[in-house]
T-cell receptor, first 122, second 118 residues
Framework: ETGVTQSPTHLIKTRGQQVTLRCSSQSGHNTVSWYQQALGQGPQFIFQ???????GRGNFPPRFSGLQFPNYSSELNVNALELDDSALYLC?????????????????????FGPGTRLTVL | AQSVTQLDSQVPVFEEAPVELRCNYSSSVSVYLFWYVQYPNQGLQLLLKYLSGSTLVKGINGFEAEFNKSQTSFHLRKPSVHISDTAEYFCAVRLALSFYNQGGKLIFGQGTELSVKP
């Protein structure tokens, strides 16, 4: 079973540029969440994709956008980079049980994290 | 809104000593509680979780945590630490009815750096 992978591992950009980060979810998982972890801080939720649609978003501006593909891999795009965007970007994959959700019950599916992409904006 | 406070930013401890990392949370609705560990230059690994049932939960690497609803705490403990436990530890919460609330996002504390000295 392949775990969550992210690419690239490190990236250096300059202010104003655009960046795309990639995440391959764990086999059998259909949900991907993205988090930003600034230096010395806890991760902050950016957004989540479930079956190719955004399903929840944190307090991040629209220049943070994402995609999920039919194979459930995902991209995080950041436009007009700012210095404060420098951080470790983590993705996490999980698997939703659709039947439990439609029945209205609580559900829990563990999120498995990738190693992250370290983005430095100069 | 939910929030998580980790009361200690750094905890230095000697090898084989016991350790407690403190976590308090705030939420008006039911939450799930988690502890994650992050080793240098790595992603997050789940140590343990509380979903329901027994308030004492055991995790990997000899860690355990106790959920205290009246004190809204979820402190992490280990009776005897090893050098290899040196890492950053994060407490996190998630709404129990997560699918209908922002996609099940995890809300993390600021982290506690555990430093185990020989």
């Amino acid at each position: 079973e392949t775990g969550v992978t992210q690419s690239p591992t490190h990236l250096i950009k300059t202010r104003g540029q655009q960046v795309t980060l990639r995440c391959s979810s764990q086999s059998g998982h259909n949900t991907v969440s993205w988090y930003q972890q600034a230096l010395g801080q806890g991760p902050q939720f950016i957004f989540q994709y479930y079956r190719e649609e955004e399903n929840g978003r944190g307090n991040f501006p629209p220049r943070f956008s994402g995609l999920q593909f039919p194979n459930y891999s995902s991209e995080l795009n950041v436009n007009a980079l700012e210095l404060d965007d420098s951080a470790l970007y983590l993705c996490a994959s999980s698997s939703r049980d659709r039947e439990n959700l439609l029945a209205g019950g609580n559900s829990y599916n563990e999120q498995f994290f990738g190693p992250g992409t370290r983005l430095t904006v100069l | 809104a939910q929030s998580v406070t980790q009361l200690d930013s750094q905890v230095p401890v000697f090898e084989e000593a016991p350790v407690e990392l403190r976590c308090n949370y705030s939420s008006s609705v039911s939450v799930y509680l988690f502890w994650y560990v992050q080793y240098p230059n790595q992603g997050l690994q789940l140590l343990l979780k509380y979903l329901s049932g027994s308030t004492l939960v055991k995790g990997i690497n000899g860690f355990e945590a106790e959920f205290n609803k009246s004190q809204t705490s979820f402190h992490l403990r280990k009776p005897s630490v090893h050098i290899s436990d040196t890492a950053e530890y994060f407490c996190a919460v998630r709404l129990a009815l997560s699918f209908y609330n922002q996609g099940g996002k995890l809300i993390f504390g600021q982290g506690t750096e555990l430093s185990v000295k020989p």
